[in-house]
């Protein structure tokens, strides 16, 4: 009997169906396929209409931060949520390409923007895993991703992403593709697109970093909070060497290349304190002017501002002032270490890593820990992974602080001042070896100005500003102590008073009304001397001599004559305790006054922006300063200080178009609808004369007085004073030549005695005199050129009176015009209020 076949099995036969179970397995899975192929199909198609256009991608407006530059053009400063640098196609290096393609997508130059292996590839590691995790997004997926879509991870934005990919291939080019990737990538660390990441991590721009540095940018995209070196050493480094393994494998780069770059250190501190040139007080200055007149906006416009700073002067600050400090701090002692952690015998590079990761980098300094102690050096461990010793030379001078005023005895072994575990900043020196340190307690500022256009030169505003932003040079407020003299005796020489007045130094007792006691000033070395001449009272910096000189002009008159050095008459004392700088003002008020003097008794304006430019480098706003009509070639004015500029000066051009910048730091030739404003020229303040009177006694002060330091630059065109308040708390010391006036500062944020000895020629005289060193290189020198009102004379050098060149006590002497001595006057002035004789203000020659 025959057995009726089923419907099924009659199928198969006439279709010729397979009956095996894999062949059916197969064709299960091949439907399923087919459905699953359908469905995304008819996804794409409800999709794609909601997709957006990707031909705007070329005219992607991208967030580019301001940026600060030096007169230059080189940079010190970025703002703004998104670090971002354009670059071109053609200025991505080839081995951050190949790194990128080894990292992120192998066979991006094949593929149409969608790599079906790589899909298949994650699918399966997501089914396995049981969540998604891998992405299998190429390049091409990434700018979709990036510039259109959120990072949340869904497979609809997957699909999306896809679909975006395929367009973006139909309408650029891959290596357009490319560099929109490379230019809007996150990073880490705020940085967006390679170049930003090189300046941040490295400092450097993409044209300047290594394979290794190359590798380790490429290895962020992917996690870029988990892989920056910041963050950890210990991922940073596994990523790059997979990246580094990724390059070799594709044949990039040959096995000896690899084992180089894969044991090369990692960056262990940002990159935005390291710009090539540090002026961050400066380009916080820029930033509040630009946020005050250009809003939120100027933190993503692209704006770029290009200041007054000479990038060689701010070098020379930065490092003036850091020398000064931590000079200052050695001479006390050492205060101890920064910290301490147990460590065990043998600690692990990463158990230190992670110890010192806390320890910001201030100034020139880098944290360390110590991990050997022998007799007389230790072995230490820095932050940038390096493992160094301090010999005895580093060590020795690391007495222990007690007070300001007193330390411990030299230590005799290192033991004496480390042990195992402290946690200590050391500071590399020229000769290769390294010194311990400390961050340092006292504080100090630094301003240079160009006197005859008030550009801002350098500034320098403390020790480090990522550790303090406080900026001394614009907001501490100090009394100046006896570096505000010269502003008092340039207004006893308008009162007819001359370097050869003789002024007693003898003790003198002042009422104090408002207390109901007596004030009793002394000299600094509290000694007492007889009758001096002002120029010799002025380099040898006597109070007694400058209250008596006070007395004779009166305070009254001496603070509204101030007002011509840009002070507020009603913020100085109208009291003897003027001349002795009882006043509060900040390194910029001095060093602008100081510059009346340097440019011959012009009132210039300091100013620390050259130019704002656009994104496009159109100028929007251009410095027109007051500057200086040169005093040297014209007659004085009035002594009465009557302001304008002498007759002589040039009649101002007028308006010119204002040229627009194509390149950082150049001006082009191509004119724009701006135009440039007429020169204006700086008012007169002072007479050239006494401008020159007042140059000439201070550069007294640097060769015979309390200025001597300066001698160390070995030029004859200085002049300058320095300033000590009571019991040391603050340190001055300004000076100038005609083309560079600077005024350094040092003292505690909370003011202190500084401790003995810790006076302005000491302090602060070593920091200018660094900074002058290099402010003044290819300056020739300058003879002190007296203007048509000066005329000489010998006088007698202990009395002040006309002398006979045969005298053996004859010198010459600098008087205005009308103001000499007739032999035999006396100009000593010990009467309260009695102005000098009147022989010395109208007597003739």
């Not at 501002?305 to 850091?322: F, G, W």
């Not at 900040?586 to 656009?614: C, W």
């Not at 007759?647 to 101002?652: E, G, K, L, R, V």
């Not at 505690?748 to 020629?761: M, S, T």
Request: net charge positive; proline share 8%.
């Amino acid at each position: 009997m025959t057995t009726p076949r089923s419907p099924l099995a009659r199928l198969r036969r006439t279709a010729h169906l397979p009956d095996k179970p894999w062949q059916l397995a197969l064709i299960a899975v091949s439907g399923l396929f087919a459905a699953g192929v359908l469905m995304l199909a008819l996804v794409a198609l409800v999709l794609t209409p909601t997709l957006p256009s990707v031909s705007g991608l070329r005219k992607e407006q991208l967030k580019v931060p301001m940026r600060v530059y030096t007169a230059g053009g080189t940079l010190i400063a970025e703002f703004g949520a998104e670090k971002r640098i354009p670059v071109t196609f053609t200025q991505i290096p080839p081995l951050l390409i190949h790194a990128i393609l080894s990292a992120e997508d192998e066979s991006f130059y094949y593929h149409e923007g969608i790599d079906f292996e790589g899909i298949v590839r994650a699918a399966w590691a997501d089914l396995r895993s049981g969540h998604r995790g891998q992405g299998a997004s190429t390049i091409t997926m990434q700018v979709a991703r990036n510039y259109f879509l959120s990072p949340k991870k869904t497979y609809t934005r997957k699909l999306k992403e896809m679909l975006l990919a395929l367009k973006i291939e139909r309408e650029y080019t891959k290596d357009e593709i490319l560099d929109l990737y490379v230019n809007k990538i996150y990073l880490g660390n705020h940085a967006y697109g390679f170049a930003a990441a090189a300046q941040v991590y490295f400092g450097k721009t993409l044209s300047q970093i290594t394979l290794p540095e190359a590798a380790m940018l490429a290895g962020l995209p992917q996690a870029p909070s988990r892989d920056n070196p910041f963050n950890s050493h210990g991922d940073a480094r596994a990523r790059r060497a997979y990246v580094l393994g990724r390059m070799l494998k594709l044949g990039f780069i040959n096995r000896a290349t690899y084992d180089t770059a894969v044991a090369s250190p990692l960056p262990s501190a940002p990159s935005s304190k390291g710009y090539s040139v540090q002026a961050p007080y400066v380009a916080e200055m820029v930033r509040q002017y630009m946020y005050q007149h250009y809003a939120a906006k100027s933190y993503a416009k692209g704006y770029n501002v290009y200041t007054t700073i000479r990038a060689k002067d701010q070098e020379a600050a930065n490092r003036a002032l850091q020398k000064g400090l931590l000079a200052y701090d050695r001479r006390h002692g050492y205060r101890g270490p920064a910290g301490h952690a147990p460590i065990g015998a043998d600690p692990s590079t990463g158990q230190l890593d992670q110890i010192l990761k806390d320890y910001p980098i201030v100034g020139p300094l880098m944290p360390a820990i110590v991990t050997r102690v022998d007799d007389q050096a230790a072995a230490v461990y820095t932050q940038n992974g390096k493992n160094i010793t301090l010999d005895w030379t580093g060590l020795s001078w690391a007495k222990r602080y007690i007070s300001v005023n007193t330390q411990g005895p030299p230590p005799q072994h290192a033991g004496d001042v480390v042990r195992v575990g402290d946690i200590i900043y050391v500071q590399p020196l020229h000769s290769g070896a390294w010194r311990i340190a400390e961050v340092p307690s006292v504080s100090g500022a630094l301003v240079s100005l160009d006197p005859n256009d008030g550009a801002i030169l350098a500034l320098t505003g403390g020790f480090d500003f990522y550790q303090s932003s406080f900026n001394r040079v614009t907001q501490a407020e100090r009394q100046p102590g006896s570096s505000f003299k010269p502003f008092v005796y340039c207004a006893a020489l308008d009162k007819g008073f001359t370097a050869a007045s003789v002024v007693s130094g003898a003790p003198i007792v002042v009422p104090d009304a408002n207390q109901g006691a007596t004030w009793r000033p002394e000299n600094y070395e509290r000694n007492f001397v007889g009758p001096t001449r002002l120029r010799k009272a002025l380099a040898l910096s006597l109070n007694l001599v400058s209250i008596r000189l006070l007395r004779a002009i009166t305070p009254g008159y001496a603070v509204q004559y101030l007002a011509r050095f840009g002070f507020d008459p009603a913020t100085l004392p109208d009291s003897l305790s003027l001349v002795l700088g009882s006043a509060s003002v900040t390194p910029l008020q001095m060093v602008t006054a100081y510059a009346v003097f340097a440019n011959s008794g012009y009132r210039v304006k300091p100013h620390f922006i050259l130019r704002i430019e656009d994104e496009d480098h159109h100028v929007l706003e251009q410095a027109n300063p007051p500057v200086v009509c040169d005093a040297h070639d014209h007659t004085n004015a009035a002594r009465d200080g009557g302001g304008g500029a002498p007759p002589a000066c040039p009649t101002p051009q007028p308006p010119t178009p204002l040229a627009r910048s194509t390149v950082p730091g150049t001006l082009s030739d191509a004119a724009g609808p701006a135009t440039t404003a007429p020169t204006q020229w700086a008012q007169r303040v002072i007479s050239a004369d006494d401008a020159f009177v007042m140059t000439s006694m201070m550069h007294s002060v640097i060769t015979s007085g309390t200025g001597q330091g300066a001698l160390a630059l070995g030029r004859k065109d200085l002049a300058g004073k320095t300033g000590t308040t009571n019991d040391q708390r603050d340190a001055w010391f300004s000076g100038f030549n005609p083309h560079v006036v600077t005024t350094a500062w040092v003292g505690f944020d909370q003011p202190a005695p500084l401790g003995r000895g810790e006076v302005g020629a000491r302090a602060a005289l070593p920091i200018w005199v660094d900074y002058m060193r290099t402010a003044l290189a290819g300056y020739p020198q300058e003879p002190l050129i007296s203007p048509p009102g000066i005329v000489t004379a010998m006088i007698n050098r202990d009395t002040g009176e006309l002398a006979s060149p045969t005298d053996p006590k004859a010198m010459q002497e600098y008087f205005v015009q009308g103001t000499v001595p007739k032999a035999g006057v006396s100009l000593d002035v010990t009467t309260p209020g009695t102005p000098p004789p009147e022989s010395v203000r109208q007597g003739l020659f």
